[in-house]
């Protein structure tokens, strides 16, 4: 009878536990107190950034400036410093999801699909909007009824830029300078405006880098820490896809090509190290240790380049491919302000989207820390280019141009820079990147145990049906 | 004759002195080789985070120790990252989970070694068996539940399990309380104490050296936890000092930059280097008073 | 009749003692693990299916369409074995990190060394720094550029940061380097409380050093020895902080649990993760019971 009694009661307890488990299992419920208009009349809008301790004093700087200009509204920040516990966050949200967050555009599509964003483009002005560069915010347009990302009719606007990136090539002219003299090379520093040929490029490496600089400048020169994979690929007019990410491109000739092209780095010019020793150095740390003349950079980089590097240097577009029709093509990408789609304050929180994004003091800050380049047309042409009001005297890179003409596309026949968005941006997930690189690294494209050709057409099969996966992932 | 075997006597003397020698040299020579290599990653970090970066990663030349101790690292890391935050969070962790969780663990384990219980070896074995199920296959509900209960980058998905008492720990006291004899507790029993009584008035103070000895431990379990709190805490102002040490080797700036970094592994153990130096005794003695049977 | 309520009070005492930590093994335990199981049979998608669980569960249900996926979907199942074969290998540092301790417990247990305090205290460090702070330190003496293990090697070149397989020799060795302090600590306690009698005894026979410690220590040891390897085996088999921290993912490094956080959670399949986790935890539950039921063939018992 006892024993009976107590195993109830234990079995009972184990139950109700499990169950008080289960009915709260669902991150679904609603938050009790949720954000909204507080006692005294003020609307509250819970934001949630993600970035380094200096962007947090920026941002608090931004918020409270949006609140003495708008009183009504009081925001609540939440500041993030980890980008992988930041995605968790915002994936188990659930309901709660905040009032606006930023959120990196390689996750675009899988939040736009699940309806999780609001179409922000009822409460935002066309003439806003115009201000900005299009390709900084024409990718968050998208129809959820055909799964097409960009803007087209019937397409809703889902965010607004955070910045835009580019992805650009930068050198160290000291070093450019001492091992040209060391090998009597007097073509001067590459053109902001003319961008070098994939061969071009390996060649003046070859020049600069060899036996003779490896003796007399230092013995662990490089041209380059590591090439990027996107920049080489866009700038030979190949693609990872087609334009809807339906179909696998990675077998065409120009996309092996400039696959080849940066194995030949390595391989051919000794110009790049390995990839073991990219294992224990990466590009970054090259080039910042003055060990490597070239690297890739983004605006954000400014930063940290004006306190650390005790060197000169400036920017240049990236490399283009010999192929037809190739155009040196960066990747430009970043993060978007969204706002979320179960907002009790919707007007309130595209007003401090908005207000992120295109706010002139906002964005001159940005610029002015080295953080970001503007958003806004009109300041990042005139302003920020010429720097018009000082706030970059004396500071690289000189061709700051570089940047925009990334990111304002081709405007005419003399433009020969643009920009691109990153491949991630337009697939439901980003794994399928990591195992494309786990899978040329495993198959020895970096050491030349195959070619580019033959590792894409092995693995080609393997890629379509990743595409195929997320396509089934979407709606 | 008995010359011969006085000889023989001394030669085997001789020959027991020398291999004692050679036993003892070869004894030394490994401990001393082993302690060194114990200690020279330690001093290497230690002398890395007093170097400029270009000194510690250059790639041409090592060496031991910098050229000139670069002391404004440490300056650096600290006004860099909130050192301070982390070891507050973290000592918040500890003082809330410990007393509690220990008490709570302590009474459990005075249960099932002391006490009448139907059923006692089934529950003793089924909490046990909570020690083999992986973290990780608990960890996505437990944060979805934590999420839904609003405590993500709040210290609570840290301190509430904790609450409901360490199983190892528990299994530890059990095996102890059993080498404590039942006669005290009767005689308690009979002088009309209840058995709560019996727990905190007799068997926690008898617990003595095991209960610090498990203090320290699970205190430096806690200490250096990584994996949930960096999971649970992503905002600067709930950072523990490990998640805040994980953030320093990838956080804008001091990513690349070695001898930050190492200043930051230093300045991180540090307060917990102290406390072991201090109380080495409960680390490394109490062990062996705690019970394991030989 | 007096005795039998005396005997229910305990009983209800008992009970109330232990039911924290039940409603803490219910909650923290059995309730996750539930809930591991019920994903590992849906698609959940977190970013999609943010509704209650429950409420969607039939939506969601693909039955065992996930395990399926791990053992022979293109995209996942090479890299799940891939997973479990360099979590086994792995493993090998519990053995040796045991074998190591063993071998400085015995050189340590003995009165006459000098300094045999501070040996310990040097031995048993690692077990009390952070893994963060060890796995960056340890990273940084593999570098082959500019590590102190090459620079004592003489600049052989090992590429041990990229390589496969020398990725999983760095990490054994820094995890014996690092666990060795700890089974030093069990076998040197285990060994104080060896009665001396037994070495007495063979003093009379004549045994030497050696003898001695194979005859009587050893034997008695296993206890612990088997403690140690039930709990090395089942941490080795939740191995994360190496693959993440140390190895950076490197392929030659990915264990079941990066496996599990990065594939599953990651790409956000909590099905595949969950389904991982299961079997992960089928597995050590199976090799805990099997370690147990071999264990009286070995281990010494008085």
């Not at chain 1, 000291?174 to 040929?197: I, K, W």
């Not at chain 2, 600290?78 to 709570?104: A, C, H, M, R, Y």
Request: glycine fraction near 8%; charge should be negative; include cysteine.
């Amino acid at each position: 009878m006892k024993k009976t009694n107590l195993l109830t009661l234990v079995v009972a307890l184990l139950l109700t536990a499990v169950f008080a488990l289960a009915a709260c299992g669902g991150p679904g419920d609603d938050n009790p107190d949720e954000p909204g208009v507080n006692p005294g009349g003020k609307t509250i809008v819970q934001f949630a950034g993600r970035g380094s301790a200096d962007e947090e004093a920026n941002y608090t700087r931004f918020l409270s400036q949006f609140m003495e200009e708008n009183p009504d509204i009081i925001v609540n920040p939440n500041w993030y410093a980890d980008e992988s516990s930041y995605a968790q966050g915002l994936q188990n949200a659930g309901r709660n999801l905040p009032d606006v967050f930023m959120m990196d555009d390689r996750d675009f599509l899988a939040y736009v699909d699940a309806n999780r964003l609001l179409d922000i483009s009822s409460y935002v002005e066309q003439e806003t909007l115009n201000t900005m560069f299009p390709s900084s915010y024409e990718k968050y347009y998208y129809n959820s009824d055909n799964f097409k990302l960009g803007k087209s009719e019937d397409a809703g606007l889902y965010g607004l830029p955070k910045d835009q990136g580019p992805y650009v090539l930068v050198y160290n002219k000291e070093l450019f300078n001492r091992c040209a003299q060391v090998v009597g090379y007097t073509g001067g520093y590459p053109s902001a405006t003319d961008p070098m040929t994939f061969t071009e490029f390996s060649e003046l490496l070859a020049t600069l880098c060899n036996e003779t600089t490896r003796k007399t400048v230092r013995s662990d020169l490089y041209g380059i820490g590591a090439y990027e994979m996107q920049a080489a690929i866009y700038s030979n007019n190949a693609n990872y896809f087609d334009d809807t990410a339906t179909n696998s491109r990675i077998t065409e000739k120009n996309f092996t090509d400039a696959l080849q092209f940066i194995a030949d780095l390595n391989l051919k010019y000794n110009v790049m190290p390995a990839a073991a020793d990219q294992a224990s150095s990466n590009g970054y740390q090259r080039f910042t240790g003055g060990s490597a003349i070239f690297c890739f950079a983004g605006p954000w980089d400014c930063t940290a380049f004006w306190r650390d590097l005790t060197f000169e240097w400036d920017i240049i577009p990236v490399c283009v491919g010999e192929a037809e029709g190739a155009v040196s093509t960066a990747w430009v990408g970043s993060m978007a302000y969204s706002v979320s789609a179960n907002s009790k304050v919707k007007a309130a929180a595209v007003k401090l989207a908005t207000y992120l994004a295109t706010n002139e003091d906002s964005q001159r800050t940005q610029y002015q820390i080295g953080q970001a380049i503007p958003n806004l047309i009109e300041m990042a042409t005139n302003e920020y280019i010429n720097d018009t009001k000082g706030l970059l005297s004396g500071k690289n890179p000189a061709s700051r141009s570089v940047f925009i003409d990334t990111v304002d596309g081709i405007r005419d026949a003399s433009d020969k820079v643009t920009g691109k968005q990153r491949a991630q941006y337009y697939t439901y997930s980003s794994v399928w990147y990591a195992d494309f690189e786990e899978y040329l690294n495993t198959q020895g494209l970096w050491s030349g145990a195959k070619t580019a050709a033959e590792i894409c057409n092995a693995y080609n099969s393997t890629f379509q049906l990743a595409l195929d996966e997320m396509k089934a992932s979407l709606g | 004759m008995e010359n011969t075997t006085i000889q023989s006597n001394n030669r085997s003397e001789t020959v027991k002195k020398v291999t004692h020698i050679a036993t003892y040299t070869i004894i030394y020579i490994l401990l001393i080789g082993g302690s060194l290599m114990m200690f020279f990653p330690y001093l290497w970090m230690v002398m890395t985070s007093l170097k400029t970066n270009p000194e510690a990663a250059n790639t041409l030349q090592l060496t031991l120790f910098p050229k000139v101790f670069q002391w404004k690292n440490y300056v650096e890391v600290w006004q860099k990252v909130d050192i301070l935050i982390g070891l507050k969070n973290t000592v918040l962790i500890e003082i809330s989970v410990i007393p509690v969780g220990t008490f709570v663990t302590a009474m459990a384990a005075f249960s099932f070694a002391k006490l009448k219980l139907i059923g006692k070896n089934f529950f003793l074995l089924l909490l046990m068996s909570g020690m083999m199920v992986p973290y990780a296959a608990l960890l996505l509900p437990q944060y979805r539940v934590f999420s839904s209960l609003n405590m993500i980058d709040t210290l609570w998905p840290l301190i509430l399990p904790g609450f409901f008492g360490n199983i190892s720990m528990m299994f530890f006291f059990v095996q102890y309380m059993r080498g404590i004899p039942s006669s005290l507790f009767e005689a308690a029993k009979i002088d009309g104490a209840g058995y709560f009584a019996q727990y905190v008035r007799i068997m926690l103070p008898l617990l003595g050296p095991a209960l610090a000895a498990q203090i320290v431990f699970w205190f430096v379990g806690i200490w250096n936890d990584y994996f949930a709190p960096s999971v649970y805490l992503s905002v600067n102002e709930e950072m523990t000092l490990q998640v805040i040490l994980g953030k320093l080797n990838s956080s804008i700036g001091t990513g690349n930059n070695l001898p930050l970094v190492m200043a930051g592994a230093v300045l991180s153990s540090l307060p917990l280097y102290i406390i072991y130096i201090c109380f080495q005794r409960f680390f490394i003695e109490s062990m062996a008073i705690t019970g394991i049977k030989g | 009749m007096k005795r039998s309520k005396l005997d229910r009070k305990e009983h209800i005492a008992a009970f109330l003692f232990i039911l924290i930590p039940l409603i803490g093994f219910a909650l923290f335990t059995v309730g996750s693990m539930f809930f591991s199981f019920m994903y590992s049979f849906t698609k959940l998608n977190p970013i999609k299916h943010y509704d209650p669980f429950f409420s969607i569960i039939g939506d969601i249900w693909v039955g065992f369409d996930k395990y399926k996926d791990l053992f022979t979907h293109e995209l996942h199942s090479e890299r799940f074995f891939r997973a479990i074969g360099n979590t086994l290998v792995l493993l090998l540092s519990v053995p040796l990190g045991m074998l190591a301790g063993l071998l400085v417990a015995a050189l340590l247990n003995n009165r006459k060394i000098v300094g045999s305090k501070i040996m310990r205290m040097l031995f048993y460090l690692p077990a009390v720094s952070s893994a963060v702070a060890m796995n960056l330190l340890w990273r940084f003496v593999f570098n082959h550029e500019y590590g102190l293990i090459n620079m004592l090697l003489h600049n052989t070149g090992l590429k041990w940061l990229d390589d496969y397989a020398l990725i999983k020799t760095a990490i054994i060795f820094k995890n014996v380097w690092g666990g060795l302090g700890g089974t030093m600590i069990m076998y040197l306690a285990g060994m104080l409380n060896i009665s001396r009698d037994y070495y007495e005894a063979a003093d009379i026979d004549g045994a030497n050093g050696l003898q001695k410690f194979f005859r009587i220590t050893f034997p008695m040891l296993t206890p612990i020895t088997f403690y140690l390897l039930i709990v090395g085996v089942i941490g080795g088999l939740q191995s994360y902080v190496d693959s993440d921290v140390f190895a950076q993912g490197n392929v030659g490094a990915q264990t079941i649990v990066y496996f599990i956080w990065k594939r599953g959670i990651g790409e956000w399949n909590y099905g595949l993760a969950s389904a991982a986790s299961v079997l992960l935890s089928v597995v050590i539950m199976a090799v805990t019971i099997v370690q147990f039921r071999f264990s009286n063939r070995w281990v010494f018992e008085e």
